[in-house]
């Protein structure tokens, strides 16, 4: 896919150009004030699985992906019996 740049002004009065031109594969890069700030590129990521689709944006750093460490799960507390006793007693039990 061949990849051009364009200034957002040309590109706002050159838009439906623009989109026959990425129908037909290229990609463009739209520039403010020469810095790159966004890409307009054709829809075939449709197919794409959603996880290769987040990967790629992780890549990016566009996003951030979660956190891959489970958190530890205390475990549960033991009830001794006399607090067990007492909070029958508290119920009426």
């Known amino acids: 896919m061949k990849s051009l740049t364009i200034g957002i ?3 706002k009065a050159q838009l439906s150009r623009l989109v026959s031109e990425v129908e037909r594969g290229t990609e463009w890069i739209i520039t ?4 790159p700030v ?3 590129t ?3 990521d449709l197919e794409t699985s959603l996880e290769h689709r ?5 890549k990016w ?4 992906g979660a956190a891959r460490v489970k958190a530890a ?3 549960p507390i033991r009830i001794g019996a006399d ?11």
């Open 9 to 11: 002004r040309e590109a």
């Open 32 to 35: 403010d004030r020469g810095r």
């Open 54 to 58: 987040i990967s790629r944006l992780e």
């Open 42 to 44: 054709p829809l075939n």
């Open 83 to 93: 607090a067990q006793r007492a909070l029958q007693e508290d119920r009426g039990a």
């Open 38 to 40: 966004a890409r307009l």
């Open 61 to 64: 750093g566009w996003i951030e």
């Open 73 to 75: 799960v205390p475990p």
